[in-house]
């Protein structure tokens, strides 16, 4: 897995991330909510399937991301839908 800082705040972080073909990447550690706009690639969490185009928000993020048969590029930000 290899993450590219993009911006980073004392709440907000963005970042792009690429996670290889099969591998497992969590985002349990993201406190203040997360979004994800999968670039290319597609991610699973075992019980959903989300293509490349997908966006997802969500205030609370216990994920654990799994790259399906390719290599998978997301762009992420977190820490800026606190509750």
Same mark, same amino acid.
């Given at each position: 897995m290899a993450e590219v800082p993009l911006h980073q705040?004392?709440?907000?972080? !963005?970042?792009? *991330?690429?996670?290889?073909? &099969?591998? !497992?990447?969590? *985002?349990?550690?993201?406190? &203040?909510?997360v979004e994800l706009l999968i670039i290319s690639g597609k991610l699973s969490t075992g019980s959903e399937d989300w293509p490349a185009d997908t966006w997802i928000r969500t205030p609370s993020c216990n994920y654990d991301l799994n790259a399906a048969n390719e290599d998978t590029l997301i762009l992420v930000k977190s820490g800026h839908l606190s509750l």
């Open positions: 705040s004392n709440e907000e972080r !963005t970042s792009i *991330l690429r996670i290889p073909a &099969g591998k !497992t990447c969590s *985002l349990q550690d993201r406190s &203040g909510g």
